[in-house]
């Protein structure tokens, strides 16, 4: 027998690679902790993920139960996973923090694998044991972990993934959240210096109340503007385009207006109608809320109306100027501008010393051709403490008419020492109370419900003689919170129509603030083009809440394409559904008056995506002529589907009409 001697170097070499191959076959899955992620790149409705916190900066406790591991989130909030296809395991528990306890709080727990739905928990609430996720990975490239809002608004939706990790081989899982920041780009062609008229085709008032419509006109001044078939009652002033008067039997009519100028002349319809309805089409205005709050004054709103003109938004239908909170006296204050008696002998309310005249504001903003809306609650106090209308309900009607306002936001703030209960019969009491007392007096006043969507107020608000009201929580300008809103209205449209729209909260686009220190909106121009669309198809109020007098081009480019603002309007007062959706990608369709759909193309995953509109799921049949609403031109004709890549977080917004 003869032995073969390897070279000790040889032999030394083969034996590392046996070791290698078995080390490689023995391999254990690593771990990651879902707090050992980098948290800064986490997305959601209200404040920071820390490790092994909650959100509100607690210990991680559920149903009595507390974790040592684990991070606390808030709805709308979102953690995205690129698993490198090294995943093979994900567990978690998750649930409702304690510190919800009192509070009604509401989550719903979703897992996405590759944009799929693999997880999804009951409605969880406080009191409600953790309940765990255990799912296999293994080929999955992409995860999302998702705390949704369980429909009554986002308020101490605090929601917590503990005890949670990923077992992986090979490449770490990474997060991925940050989107590359895109400089601001503007979309929406140059107005003509042609006339055309914008703004709302249809307008509604009520028999014996004064009326006012401004005709919105673009294109080089002067123009003179002309009316046919005005009914009686009413006049045109010719230099600026703003009718007024009073008509006092119920009808309808069709007018023909006509502005004119060096270049030519522009003609639209615009329906009157004499009725018990306001507010055929949502508003659009501005309120003070979102950049003043408690420092608007006076001076503010004058320069509001003034920037509404001089920056020619009212030239595309932009019309209500609204004071938000602050206007009042304030019990038990030690600022000399805010102290003073809540009411005169004659039980009217007073206004603060940052106010000079109401009437006279009025009478100020009126002669600009817009409208002025001001604020107040059910309860004894506002939400920032100043005198409210609890038990004055007849008497602040009666003074809101006689100062000269055209809208009122009636916000739930204190009442809830006074309610019962949130019961539907007790949401609706003290609306109901105001909508008596605006009955009485002989003005045109809207109505704006404002107590962030308690009772399902979709249900029962028109009911109860409300234009519009508030479906969720206050926004802010975070794209988890825009988009955790916006994106949560459907089911909502079977509730809306003419003289009564869904209210998903003012526009945060522009300088906003919340006080005197004003900042750029956080939200990416991506998104706002995203706002700007998914407001307009959901045939919300749009009331902007920025400062106009420091608005930028980019801005003004979102406010005033006309396109844009038609889908809003349409007389035909849909409001739109979504009809598909996968993982992060959704089309939403909106009936026109016309026949054509208005279609939004949405991505909500962070890096860009091909979108894909079908006939099928829009109920569509033969070709149909694509326009892009946002560039204002044709794309083509397409047979059964349509689609467009779209960044993250952005929008493709499009109308889709037969071919001829």
């Known amino acids: 027998m003869t032995t073969i001697r390897l070279p000790r170097i040889s032999f030394i070499l083969m034996l590392a690679a046996l070791c290698s191959i078995s080390l490689v076959k023995a391999q254990k899955a690593d771990t990651l902790w ?38 606390g989130s808030h709805s709308e909030g979102l953690i995205n996973l690129d698993l490198k296809g090294t995943a093979q395991h994900f567990q978690a528990m998750v649930g409702l923090d304690d510190e919800a306890a009192g509070h009604k709080g509401s989550v719903v727990f979703s897992v996405l694998a590759d944009r799929k739905e693999v997880f999804r928990s009951p409605v ?44 992986y081989k090979g490449v770490k899982p990474q997060v991925v959240g940050v989107i590359p920041s895109v400089k601001p780009y503007i979309l929406t062609p140059l107005e003509s210096p042609k006339p055309k008229i914008n703004g709302a085709k249809v307008f ?35 230099k600026t385009g703003i009718i007024t008067g009073v008509l006092n039997d119920k009808g309808e009519t069709v007018v023909t207006l006509k502005a004119k100028n060096s270049l030519g002349t522009a003609t639209r319809k615009l329906k009157i109608v004499v009725g018990d309805k306001i507010a055929l089409t949502p508003p659009l205005g501005w309120n003070s809320w979102n950049c003043f709050a408690n420092a608007v004054d006076q001076d503010k709103v004058k320069a509001a ?9 009212i030239n595309h239908g932009w019309t209500y100027i609204n004071m938000d909170d602050c206007w ?14 809540p009411r005169d002998a004659n039980g009217m309310i007073n206004i603060n010393k940052k106010f000079t005249d109401m009437k006279v504001l009025t009478d100020y903003i009126h002669s600009k051709g817009l409208k002025a809306g001001l604020y107040s609650s059910p309860g004894p106090l506002t939400c920032a403490g100043f005198t ?13 008419a006689k100062w000269g306002f055209d809208y009122i936001k009636y916000d739930w703030c204190s009442y809830g020492t006074i309610s019962k209960g949130e019961t539907v019969a007790e949401c609706k009491k003290p609306y109901i109370v105001l909508r008596n007392a605006l009955d009485k007096v002989d003005r045109d006043i809207l109505f704006s419900l404002c107590q962030y969507g308690m009772g399902n107020v979709w249900e029962w608000g028109e009911e109860i003689g409300g234009n519009c009201w508030r479906t969720t929580g206050d926004i802010t300008d975070s794209w988890s919170s825009m988009s955790g809103i916006g994106f949560k209205q459907n089911g909502h449209e079977k509730y809306a129509g003419p003289g009564h729209w869904n209210d998903p909260d003012m526009l945060v686009v522009g300088l906003v603030g919340w006080g005197p220190q004003l900042h750029p909106s956080r939200l990416t121009p991506d998104e706002q083009y995203t706002h700007i669309s998914l407001w307009s198809l959901l045939a919300s109020p749009l009331l902007i809440g920025c400062d106009m007098t420091q608005m930028d081009a980019f801005t003004k480019n979102l406010l005033t394409n006309d396109e ?27 009936d026109l008056e016309d026949g054509s759909k208005a279609v939004g193309l949405f991505n909500r995953n962070t890096t860009k995506e091909t979108v894909k509109a079908t006939w099928n799921a829009l109920g569509l049949a033969g070709k149909q002529v694509a ?34």
């Not at 490239?141 to 077992?167: M, S």
Request: aromatic share 8%.
């Open 34 to 71: 879902l707090q050992k992620i980098d948290l800064s790149k986490v997305t959601q409705g209200w404040g920071t993920a820390q490790p092994n916190l909650s959100i509100g900066g607690n210990a991680l406790t559920i149903a009595g139960q507390t974790f040592k591991n684990g991070v």
């Open 204 to 238: 509604g008032v009520r028999p014996g109340h004064p009326f006012m419509f401004t005709v919105a006109a673009t294109g080089t001044r002067p123009m003179t503007f002309t009316a046919e078939n005005l009914p009686q009652g009413l006049t045109l002033d010719s």
């Open 328 to 341: 009042e006296t304030k019990p038990g204050s030690t600022d000399p501008k805010l102290m003073g008696e």
């Open 564 to 590: 844009v603002i038609d889908i809003n309007q349409d007389p035909l007062g849909k409001q739109a559904s979504l009809v598909s959706k996968d993982g992060g990608l959704e089309v939403w369709a909106k």
């Open 124 to 167: 969880m609430v406080s009191g409600t044991k953790a309940v765990k996720i255990d799912l296999n990975l293994k080929g999955v490239q992409k995860l999302a972990l998702v705390v949704e809002d369980a429909g009554d608004g986002t308020d101490w939706d605090h929601g917590d993934w503990v005890n949670a990790f990923i077992l």
């Open 305 to 313: 109306a003034d920037a509404m003109v001089k920056s020619g938004l």
């Open 627 to 660: 326009h892009d609403v946002w560039r204002q031109k044709d794309q083509g004709t397409f047979a059964d589907s349509f689609s467009a890549v779209v960044p993250a977080h952005g929008v493709k917004l499009i109308t889709l009409r037969k071919a001829k």
């Open 388 to 400: 409210a209308s609890y038990q004055f309900e007849d008497k602040d009607a009666q003074q809101w």
